[in-house]
C-alpha cells in the first residue's frame, strides 16, 4: 500500500513540476522589455559561409538542394517566414527540429538565417 501511495506522490509532483515549468518560465520573446521588438540584424548575404553552415548543420535533414528530407523543404522558406520567424525555430528548434542556439554563434545563426530568408 505504501510504494502505491508513494507511487502516485511522486507522479503528482511530476504532473505539477512539469506544468510550473511550462507555464511560469517566460519566454525569449517575454523576456525583452516591453515594447522592444526583435529584429535579426541587416546584413549582405554571405552565400559561402551560408552554403557550409548549412552542409555541416543542415543538409542531413534538409536536403542537398533544401529540397527536404526528414526535414521541410527549404527552397521558398523566405515567402513564408520572416527573417525573425526563421532565426527563431533555428535558434530554439520545435516541431522535430533541435534547438541550434547552443550549437551555432549568434553570427552563425545571422548568416544562416539572412541566406535562408532570401529564399523566396
Excluded at 516591453?34 to 543538409?59: H, W
Excluded at 517566414?81 to 526563421?86: A, F, G, N, S, V
Amino acid at each position: 500500500m505504501q510504494k502505491r501511495l508513494m507511487a502516485a506522490l511522486v507522479c503528482i509532483a511530476c504532473v505539477c513540476g512539469v506544468y510550473l515549468l511550462s507555464t511560469e518560465l517566460p519566454d525569449k520573446e517575454e523576456s525583452i522589455s516591453e515594447g522592444t521588438k526583435f529584429t535579426v540584424p541587416e546584413r549582405a548575404v554571405d552565400a559561402a559561409a551560408s552554403e557550409q553552415l548549412y552542409k555541416n548543420m543542415c543538409i542531413s535533414c534538409h536536403g542537398d538542394h533544401l529540397q527536404g528530407a526528414i526535414g521541410p523543404e527549404l527552397a521558398h522558406i523566405g515567402d513564408s517566414m520572416t527573417k525573425e520567424q526563421i532565426y527563431k525555430k533555428i535558434s530554439d528548434g520545435g516541431g522535430g527540429m533541435p534547438a541550434f542556439e547552443d550549437r551555432l554563434t549568434e553570427d552563425h545563426l545571422i548568416t544562416i538565417t539572412t541566406w535562408l530568408a532570401s529564399h523566396k
